[in-house]
């Protein structure tokens, strides 16, 4: 039976890897020691010597030369989070480990986040809710808003949680725009989407959602100048990174436009500094970061890579696996 460790933040273990995860798992491999955080597994580093799968997740090891000289038969890592920007290294990929993530089940509670943004948005939702706190009354009818039928979303990049958000739109009467410099027209076509320019997606759509990942070519590529060309009324999700957008001049447009609305799950700092004008300004609202797994969703990413180890051990080729090109354009 191949061996197994568990390394990983422990604050969040249980909830990624949840009991009947782990249960069968344990009949899959044989686990060489107690969970530990990276820093427990760096005071010991001789336990990895019979270990070929890394079980893994947020807070993971960094696998770099230092600790790849303890562990000669590790084959295989499997991360139950997103990126693997933080554990993979050239001396790992050299060695031709095997690397496998759940980015796809942890895109799944942000895309589902966002349809509930975006229809909320489309019914003009936020801004009913203030005006209704500020005047302590219902507004007459009929109601001037766009609704879910022929309205037009626009998804900046169709990247894991852009593929995830336009296959939950689906169902809705909505038009469906899209920038993306890698997608190709012939792709475009088979996702039923059209693809326009970045100033043409803040131009004609009634909300715009952001997810695009954080690399350095893609800081401060939302500015204020895209923000001026929204139509009246639109709406702005942000779920993606908040450096993407240059949050100061973002924050000037709609000072002035306060039609638009931003809903921003991310920010630049996160959470934004105290007295920053994000806190007290109507048109904005403020969560957490909370779109992608939290609570007993993480469990969703433990089970996908409980799935990879079958494979794995199956000598199938695994479903999530990522190459070094792939992770070359991970944020």
Known sequence: MKKAIYVMDQRSFDLVYPKFVREEIGELVEVVAEPMNKEQLLNDLSILEEVEVLLTGWGGPTLDE???EYAPNLKAVLYAAGSIKSIATDVAWKRGILFST?????????????????????????????DI????????KP???????????????????GRHTLELLQPFDIDV???D?????EEANKLGVTMC???DIFRYA????????????????????????????????????GAIVREKEMIEVLQDRTDITAVLDVTDPEPPEQGSPLFQMQNVVITPHLAGSEGEECGRMGAYMLEELKRYINEEPLQWSVSKEQFQKMA
């Open 66 to 68: 230092g600790l790849l």
């Open 102 to 130: 759940a980015v796809t089940a942890n895109g799944r509670p942000v895309a589902e986040f966002t349809l509930s943004q975006i229809l909320f948005c489309l019914k003009n939702g936020w801004q009913f809710v203030r």
């Open 133 to 140: 706190q500020v005047t302590k009354q219902y507004p007459p």
């Open 143 to 161: 109601f001037e808003l766009k609704g879910a039928y022929r309205s037009v979303v626009g998804l900046i990049s169709l990247s894991t949680v």
């Open 177 to 179: 725009l899209a920038y």
């Open 181 to 185: 410099p890698f997608v190709s027209e």
């Open 197 to 199: 320019s970045l100033e």
């Open 206 to 241: 009634d909300v715009v959602s952001l997810h695009t990942p954080l690399l350095k070519e893609t800081i401060g590529m939302i500015t204020g100048g895209h923000f001026t060309l929204m139509k009246q009324g639109a709406s702005f999700i942000n779920t993606a990174r």
